[in-house]
């Protein structure tokens, strides 16, 4: 067993392939997020469905805070893994509206990180504002935030660009 794992929400695919891809690279176990909402495929209804339960009329400004967890729609659908062998958790998924996605969130509410090492990866088209400052609030205080990277369509339409953030998230 690796110490570390990799935690990853995928709707349309490109999540599953950049952590399958830090799989093969770095020998690191893998958890998919299956999540009980089938959320669309598409940003913009699926931005429809997480704005209605978020209970905003447009997307949030930079800064504001998180919606009540509690309202979180579903849940995870697979069985989460126990974390208690490993040292580093790396929590990856996509942006929606500025923030966590839905099931992101619903992980960092049932697991516990107190003490694990954390670094995390998103992926969005090229505006992440509350992304990071969000992930940090929702850590336990006695979690180590290590390193958060923004992955845009820049960096995983570019292989190489690609390669070497990877290589930076890991090694950090």
């Known amino acids: 067993m690796s110490k570390t794992l990799l935690v990853y929400y995928s709707l349309t695919g490109l999540n599953e392939t950049i952590a399958k891809k830090i799989h093969d690279e770095y020998k ?51 069985k989460l ?20 996605s839905d099931p992101i969130m619903s992980y960092l509410t049932q697991t516990n990180l107190s003490n694990k090492n954390i670094k995390a ?17 929702m850590l336990p205080e006695s979690s180590n935030y290590i390193k958060g990277l923004k992955i845009d369509s820049s960096i995983y339409g570019n292989s190489h660009k690609l390669n070497e953030t990877l290589d930076k998230l890991i090694r950090s």
């Open 81 to 100: 893994p126990d974390i208690s062998n490993y040292e580093n958790i790396i929590i990856g998924g996509p942006v929606w509206g500025w923030t966590l």
């Open 121 to 137: 990866y998103w992926t969005c088209v090229d505006t992440d504002y509350n992304y990071e400052n969000d992930l940090k609030e």
């Open 28 to 78: 690191i176990d893998l958890f998919n997020i299956e999540s009980e909402v089938n959320y669309p495929k598409s940003m913009y209804p699926c931005w429809e469905v997480v704005r209605h339960w978020r209970g905003v009329n447009a997307i949030p400004n930079h800064g504001e805070p998180l919606p009540n967890m509690n309202n979180l729609p579903g849940g995870i659908k697979n």
